[in-house]
């Protein structure tokens, strides 16, 4: 029975003998589920183009194409991986069977059958696979998570570097624009002109050790800089 506020299951049908596909059905409906009917491997796969089934009981030999043939079409369709299929045969011999599961099958029940056998395994069946479905999109949403948290993660580096970089090349930077404003009023053979040309060759050499410190910055490594915000730590 269906439980209150689940989504009532389809299940596709496809089998060439009226009498087996109003059985399936019957048993179907007596469980709450909709049943998808078809009476060849061609509307079978017609009608899993138009809604994916949330599962499939096929017949083995079905004219247009076989049972196995179908399955190999949902299991190909997006989504299809996580939709069971019952193929539900007169054929009971070994090599049926195993040929069958080969073939992405993952069950197999032989004519004629019990209705209460049938029931249990399609339950069984899509109990397994409304867990797939869920932990799909249990995945899905994990992705999502782990993706804004590297984004988070990629963006508070760059904000780190940024900071970094402007804390500890901000005063040399200064120095030589002041430098360079001295320079520009100085004559050039004044001592005061000398001692600002080696302030910036200085503080240039000083930006450029910073800048390869930069270059091989932790980002696991960091210090305080101002209340809460932290920048990466360049070392000595």
């Known amino acids: 029975?269906?439980?209150?506020?689940?989504?009532?299951?389809?299940?596709?049908?496809?089998?060439?003998?009226?009498?087996?596909?109003?059985?399936v059905s019957l048993s179907l409906s007596m469980m709450g589920i909709i049943s998808i009917e078809a009476t060849d491997g061609?509307?079978?796969?017609?009608?899993?183009?138009?809604?994916?089934?949330?599962?499939?009981?096929?017949?083995?030999?079905?004219?247009g194409c076989k049972g196995t043939e179908v399955c190999a079409h949902i299991k190909k369709l997006p989504g299809g991986e996580l939709i069971p299929v019952l193929m539900l045969t007169a054929m009971d011999s070994l090599q049926d069977k195993v040929r069958a599961f080969e073939e992405g099958v993952d069950d197999y029940l032989t004519k004629p059958f019990h209705c209460q056998?049938?029931?249990a395994r399609v339950k069984a069946l899509l109990r397994v696979r409304d867990l797939?479905?869920?932990?799909?999109?249990?995945?899905?949403?994990?992705?999502?998570?782990q993706e804004i948290v590297l984004q988070q993660e990629r963006q508070l580096v760059v904000s780190q570097l940024a900071g970094s970089a402007a804390h500890e090349?901000?005063?040399?930077?200064?120095?030589?624009?002041?430098?360079?404003?001295?320079?520009?009023?100085?004559?050039?053979?004044?001592?005061?002109?000398?001692?600002?040309?080696?302030?910036?060759g200085s503080d240039a050499k000083r930006m450029s050790e910073m800048l390869e410190r930069l270059k091989g910055a932790d980002a696991a490594k960091t210090a305080a800089y101002h209340q809460d915000i932290r920048i990466l730590d360049l070392g000595k």
């Open 1 to 23: 029975m269906k439980k209150l506020g689940e989504r009532q299951h389809a299940v596709l049908v496809a089998d060439d003998d009226p009498d087996a596909l109003a059985l």
């Open 169 to 200: 090349l901000g005063q040399p930077l200064a120095a030589i624009i002041l430098n360079c404003y001295l320079l520009q009023n100085l004559a050039p053979g004044d001592p005061k002109a000398q001692k600002a040309l080696a302030a910036i």
């Open 42 to 63: 061609e509307k079978a796969i017609a009608a899993c183009s138009q809604a994916l089934p949330d599962m499939a009981i096929l017949d083995y030999n079905m004219p």
């Open 117 to 119: 056998e049938l029931m």
């Open 132 to 145: 797939n479905v869920r932990l799909a999109d249990k995945n899905a949403q994990l992705s999502q998570i």
